[in-house]
Each structure stands twice: as structure tokens, then as C-alpha cells.
């Protein structure tokens, strides 16, 4: 069992930076690959980041490329993305979640954070 927990988020002008956290319990954290997703009011939940379990391996939607970074602190437990020059259209809430297998459904998510960029 994992448990996530988002933090970072705010209100930022465009062109800013959030650096948004998810701390997860339990020993096994280093067996996941985690990945963030975003959704905003009336769409879809979206892909935004993912990182294998190593670190090692990392994937970013096309319209957060050089923009964001994902990361990640194994002793810490703690999955990171760095999301610089925010635009408007970044507005959503963003959620962990833990993925055990490429291919797989992620299974475990937390419950987000409310990231807003205003123009």
C-alpha cells in the first residue's frame, strides 16, 4: 500500500515557477514509477510527467517539454516537478501517482494540488 501526498501548489503570474512535492508512505516508494497528471474544470485528466523508478527515465507531455521537470528523492520518498515560465493554460489540479509496471494502470493516487497561473 502507498499513500500520496501533493503539496506546492498557489497562484502564480505567468512566467513563474511552482515547485510542486509528493511525498508518499511506505517502503516500497523506490518500486514505482510515478507520474504526474493535471485536470482542469470541464477536461479531462491529462498526462503531464513521469519518471521510472531509478530516476533514470523520464517522459513529458509535448506541452510541458522544457518546461517542466520531474524528479525524484528516493530516501526522501518524494516525487518533485519543477514547472517553470507556468502559462495560463497550466491552470489545474495536479496529482501523484505510483505506477508498479509500464503498461499497467497507475494504482495508487493522491488527492491534489491546485495550481493556478494567472495572465
Known amino acids: 500500500q502507498v499513500q500520496l501526498v501533493e503539496s506546492g501548489g498557489g497562484l502564480v503570474q505567468a512566467g513563474g515557477s511552482l515547485r510542486l512535492s509528493c511525498a508518499a508512505s511506505?517502503?516500497?516508494?523506490?518500486?514505482?514509477?510515478m507520474a504526474w497528471f493535471r485536470q482542469a474544470p470541464g477536461n479531462e485528466r491529462e498526462f503531464v510527467a513521469r519518471i521510472s523508478w531509478s530516476g533514470g527515465i523520464t517522459h513529458y507531455a509535448d506541452p510541458v517539454k522544457g518546461r517542466f521537470t520531474i524528479s525524484r528523492d528516493n530516501a526522501k520518498n518524494t516525487v518533485y516537478l519543477q514547472m517553470n515560465n507556468l502559462k495560463p493554460e497550466d491552470t489545474a489540479g495536479y496529482y501523484c501517482a505510483a505506477q508498479q509496471k509500464l503498461g499497467t494502470a497507475y494504482e495508487y493516487w493522491g488527492q491534489g494540488t491546485q495550481v493556478t497561473v494567472s495572465s
Open positions: 511506505g517502503r516500497t516508494f523506490s518500486r514505482y514509477a
